[in-house]
């Protein structure tokens, strides 16, 4: 394994000072030190992927220097937009170093969502036209990785990717920082949730730790998680299958459970929200202000407004809450408005330790969900 203060030192030696993306977990202990060592003139998280290397691309105009882009694979699907219109070296010819966590790497076990693009992602980079070197794990490898994305600087203005496998990184212990102490978590809000749906609600959960929660809860309390639809990949996109759900059920109250991070990536999604109205939509953010399944990074969500927002997009009703008495009280007043509705869960980042996974497969999750679709059709 490779000490992340190491590989930043090998960074730094190149020339590369200037660092964006999106928190990634086979890369959090890398993301851990720069967060810690680098002030935020030097780095960015960024809203998503396409996002940083907008980001980066600006700094080279600016500097004449490639930065340096985090991201998981996954992220590649929001990047492919300006790394072919914009960083391409048939379009303007920006150098940017991409640092790739390749989840769902053929041969090692993962989770079913990270499987299809890591099978494709080294064809999807030479189809980008998009060098790339692997870490490896030791000092030697990591160091020939970056001069082989030096030399290609040299001889081309383009990105070069440097591909990193699980466990590439040894442990970084970040350091303690300040942060505004809510009274719930968000499994706490979750239960009061669960205690207010309706019969026949919808109920769409973002991805990552609440969905998990979500999943847990339900076994807990002898009831049947497989009808709910736990999105387990497709950050930012739970509240546009809700709405796609809200469309063709009318009638049904839609609740989507929504994570800061996701909202932030893929904002866009409220105002279309706002102006497609859907009566019985109710969409709860829990906010903790951080990257909670990939390493508790730091969103921007320290600094937006998101009631403010959520009505300037056009929702019915906003609130923000932070105990669960507020929660419960904001929640049976969505039931009785119109919506769209907006609430605000102000809470603790963290989970329970022992929290598990579904033990269904997301094929298993999509049949179960659209038969419950099917029988509260009747």
């Known amino acids: 394994m490779i000490n992340p203060k190491i590989f930043f030192k090998i960074l730094g030696e190149k020339d590369i000072q200037f660092y964006t993306g999106v928190p990634d977990s086979v890369l959090k202990e890398f993301c ?46 929001n990047a492919v ?12 010819g920006i150098p940017i170093l ?9 041969g090692k076990q993962d989770e079913p969502q990270h499987k299809p693009m890591g099978k494709v992602q080294n064809k999807l980079l030479k189809i980008l036209d998009i060098p790339y070197a692997k870490l490896g794990n030791t000092k030697r490898s990591a160091s020939s990785a970056v001069r082989k994305a030096q030399a290609h600087f040299k001889k081309k203005n383009s990105p070069f990717a440097i591909i990193v496998s699980t466990h590439s990184f040894s ?8 942060q505004k102490k809510y ?18 609600d919808i109920v769409v959960s973002t991805t990552g730790k609440t969905s998990r929660e979500l999943y847990k809860l339900r076994i807990s309390n002898k009831e049947d998680p497989k009808i709910d639809f736990l999105c387990v990949g497709n950050m930012g996109h739970a ?8 469309k063709t059920q009318p009638k049904k109250t839609i609740w989507c459970l929504d994570g800061d991070g996701s909202m932030i990536m893929h904002m866009g999604s409220m105002a279309v929200i706002g102006q497609q109205k859907p009566k019985h939509f109710v969409h709860v953010l829990f906010n903790n202000f951080v990257h909670d399944s990939v390493g508790g990074q730091p969103t921007a969500a320290d600094s937006i407004d998101f009631t403010t927002i959520a009505k300037g997009n056009g929702y019915i009703s906003t609130a923000s809450v932070k105990t669960g008495r507020e929660l419960k009280k904001e929640l049976q007043r969505a039931k009785r ?11 603790q980042k963290g989970s329970r330790k022992n929290l598990g996974r579904p033990l269904t497969t997301p094929q298993e999750n999509k049949a179960s969900f659209m038969q419950y679709i099917k029988q509260i059709k009747k």
């Not at 991409?98 to 053929?106: D, T």
């Open 239 to 246: 509240s546009s299958i809700a709405l796609g759900l809200a």
């Open 98 to 106: 991409l640092l790739i966590g390749w989840r769902g790497e053929p």
């Open 183 to 200: 009274p719930m978590t968000r499994e706490a809000a979750l239960i009061t949730i669960l205690s207010l749906l309706g019969k026949n």
């Open 81 to 92: 937009n300006p790394l072919t219109s914009l960083t391409s070296s048939q379009v303007y």
């Open 337 to 347: 408005r119109q919506g769209p509705v907006f609430v605000e869960v102000l809470c």
């Open 32 to 77: 851990a030190y720069v967060v810690d060592h680098i002030d935020t003139s030097r780095h960015v998280i960024a809203a998503n992927e396409g996002n940083a290397v907008a980001i980066a691309t600006g700094y080279y105009l600016s500097t004449g220097k490639p930065a340096l882009v985090y991201l998981q694979n996954s992220g590649l699907g």
């Open 171 to 178: 442990k970084y212990k970040s350091k303690d920082r300040k």
